[in-house]
C-alpha cells in the first residue's frame, strides 16, 4: 500500500501541475507596440533655406497607416507619391525660423504642421512626421 502511495502521489502532482499551469495560469499579456505602422525614412535628407541665411540639413522619416510600399529586391522602398511628399516637406520647411527646428516645443508644432499639409496635399496615409537627424548651419 505504502509503494502504491509513492507512485500515485506524484504522478498525481505532476498531472495537477500540468492541468494548472494550461488551463488555471495566467497567460503571459503581449506587448502592445509603442509605434503601429510601418515607418519609412525619406531618402535622400533635406537640404533647406532657412530664415535670416541659415539652412538645414534633416533626415525625415514618416509613419505610415498602411503596410510599406513593396519595392524591386535590393532597392530601398520610396512612397507612391515620393516626390509630392519632398515638395510639401521642403515647402513648410523652407524659409522656417532656425529656432523652429532647435526648440523641442516649437519643432513638435512645426511636426504638426507638416502632417496636416501632407494629408492634405497627398494620398498618403501619413499618419506622423519624425525628424532623424537635424544640422543647422
Excluded at 31 to 42: H, M, R
Excluded at 59 to 67: I, R, T, Y
Excluded at 104 to 118: D, E, F, I, N
Aim: hydrophobic share 45%; glycine share 6%.
Amino acid at each position: 500500500m505504502k509503494k502504491k502511495l509513492m507512485i500515485v502521489v506524484p504522478i498525481l502532482l505532476v498531472v495537477l501541475g500540468g492541468a494548472y499551469k494550461m488551463v488555471l495560469a495566467p497567460k503571459p499579456a503581449s506587448a502592445k507596440e509603442k509605434i503601429q505602422g510601418s515607418l519609412l525614412e525619406l531618402s535622400p535628407e533635406f537640404i533647406v533655406n532657412l530664415a535670416g541665411g541659415r539652412y538645414g540639413k534633416l533626415s525625415v522619416a514618416v509613419l505610415l497607416g498602411s503596410p510599406p510600399p513593396k519595392s524591386a529586391e535590393g532597392t530601398v522602398p520610396t512612397l507612391k507619391q515620393d516626390a509630392a511628399v519632398r515638395a510639401v516637406i521642403t515647402d513648410t520647411l523652407t524659409g522656417a525660423n532656425a529656432d523652429e527646428l532647435i526648440s523641442r516645443t516649437a519643432r513638435h508644432r512645426l511636426l504638426t504642421r507638416l502632417v496636416k499639409a501632407l494629408r492634405e496635399q497627398t494620398d498618403e496615409t501619413i499618419k506622423r512626421v519624425y525628424f532623424t537627424d537635424i544640422a543647422i548651419q
